[in-house]
């Protein structure tokens, strides 16, 4: 607890520009929504009691799931692969992209405060980013029109979108800002990425090689996952009921 308070105070400039990132993704995540929910005639409150509790729910559990990341020999071993977006998308699917962009905000304050960050907050915010950027874009598309069809297209996007956009924040942003950070000449950097694929000679190979892999396997791996158990869920997560029950409460 104390590590992250004192990270906060030691960088206390950058996670204003996190802050500011965040109210941005809920304020694009708020307009979708709200055109959505005009389109097919919903009148709920985008934060609803039980929303918000779920929202507390998904957030615990995808904070969890973000401390147990683990690195593939595809890449450096900076590079973790984690599923703590699982929980997001579940949450952007059955309660909207607000919902889904604030368990991804409240999922790195519970891992801050379990784990703290080796990254003066970098690395925090570029988790962030990157997975409003899989959760955003799919659970939007699943709005306007909720159902099977929608959801693949909707996952798929994501899964374009986070590549995409990860690769690209990669090259000019994390990259140069974690050499400057530790130190580490970003040629060194990119050597530690030719030691496992001959094909890395410079940056853009480097994050085409080794960063978007791996957020390929991430956004098929969630979305696969969310494919399989949505439905499934979804009454629960809503309702509190079981699909059987909900089926004998419409009956």
């Not at 071993?77 to 309660?95: C, T």
Request: aromatic fraction near 12%; hydrophobic fraction near 55%; include cysteine.
């Amino acid at each position: 607890m104390n590590g992250f308070f004192g990270a906060v105070k030691d960088n206390a400039g950058f996670v204003g520009v996190c802050l500011v990132a965040v109210v941005v993704m809920v304020a694009i995540a708020y307009g979708f929504e709200k055109a959505a929910k005009k389109v097919n005639g919903d009148t709920d409150r985008v934060l609803a009691t039980r929303k918000v509790v779920m929202i507390g729910m998904f957030a615990a559990i995808s904070g969890i799931l973000y401390c147990f990341d683990f690195a593939l020999p595809i890449a450096p071993s900076f590079y973790k692969l984690d599923f703590s977006e699982l929980p997001a998308l579940i949450a952007g699917f059955a309660f909207g992209p607000v919902a889904g962009v604030l368990v991804e905000f409240i999922k790195e304050i519970v891992k801050l405060l379990l784990k703290s960050t080796s990254t003066a907050f970098v690395g925090d915010l570029a988790n962030f980013l990157i997975g409003c950027m899989l959760v955003l874009p799919a659970s939007v598309i699943y709005q306007f029109h909720k159902s099977k069809r929608s959801a693949l297209i909707g996952c798929a996007v994501g899964t374009v979108v986070m590549t995409v956009f990860g690769t690209w924040f990669n090259a000019v942003y994390l990259l140069p800002t974690f050499a400057k950070l530790y130190g580490m000449p970003l040629d060194a950097i990119l050597g530690m990425g030719a030691a496992i694929n001959a094909g890395v000679k410079d940056i853009t190979s480097f994050v085409i090689l080794m960063v978007a892999p791996i957020n390929i396997i991430k956004g098929v791996g969630i979305s696969a996952i969310t494919m399989l158990v949505y439905k499934k869920l979804s009454p629960i997560i809503k309702y509190g009921n079981t699909p059987q029950e909900s089926v004998k409460a419409a009956d």
